[in-house]
């Protein structure tokens, strides 16, 4: 919903090209995709796999683990409303990380701009096969920041400013811990031995 509200924003604004047009048709078949696939996951969990393939390892793992998810989840529309709220809630909040950390810089793009620059470049990111849309969220935020009115050097500053801030930050405290768990786990198998 946020990915078309960004399409609707840049549609809105005369800049929707030949080429956000084609981002657009293929985040519709991802998301459309997704969707029908979680609807026949749903209604065929069970005979998904034949019984033909269950005897080999991975196959069996699979069903074993596509008995485990709990459909009750997808029918509770609290749950799901929860979920979408905090969601949008996620994105709008990083969006407005963007566009503090382009006024912080100098950067002069209103809250709509930094809304669409940051949401495209989170659906390109997705799109492309590369972990993490290293480089490509980068690219494209920062480019669309360029085409809303940015300047360049501002643009790109802003949008590394964002990526320290909500995508290398947040990893220190996992480093630490799988530092710390893997101190423990070389200490209890030094102590085995």
Do not use: Y
């Not at 809105?12 to 030949?18: T, V």
């Not at 069996?60 to 949008?88: G, I, K, W, Y």
């Not at 990380?97 to 809250?111: P, Q, S």
């Not at 495209?120 to 997705?126: G, K, P, R, W, Y």
């Amino acid at each position: 919903m946020v990915g078309l509200l960004a399409f609707v924003l840049l549609w809105h604004s005369g800049d929707l090209n030949a080429a956000w047009r084609a981002l657009f048709i293929a985040f519709t078949i991802v998301v459309t995709a997704l969707g029908m696939a979680l609807f026949f996951l749903s209604r065929s969990r069970d005979d998904l796999i034949p019984d033909a393939i269950q005897h080999w390892r991975p196959f069996a793992q699979l069903a074993r683990m596509l008995r485990q998810v709990r459909l009750d989840m997808l029918r509770d529309p609290r749950l799901v409303f929860e979920t979408v709220t905090l969601q949008s809630g996620i994105f709008l909040l990083d969006a407005a990380t963007l566009w503090c950390t382009g006024r912080a810089v100098g950067l002069n793009v209103d809250v709509g701009s930094s809304f669409v620059s940051f949401i495209l470049a989170s659906v390109v990111a997705t799109l492309s096969p590369i972990p993490l849309g290293l480089g490509s969220f980068e690219g494209t935020c920062t480019g669309l920041l360029h085409l809303m009115g940015g300047g360049l050097e501002a643009s790109l500053a802003a949008t590394l400013i964002l990526r320290g801030l909500t995508l290398w930050l947040p990893m220190l405290p996992g480093l630490a811990m799988i530092r710390r768990e893997a101190i423990k786990a070389t200490t209890i198998g030094s102590g085995a031995v």
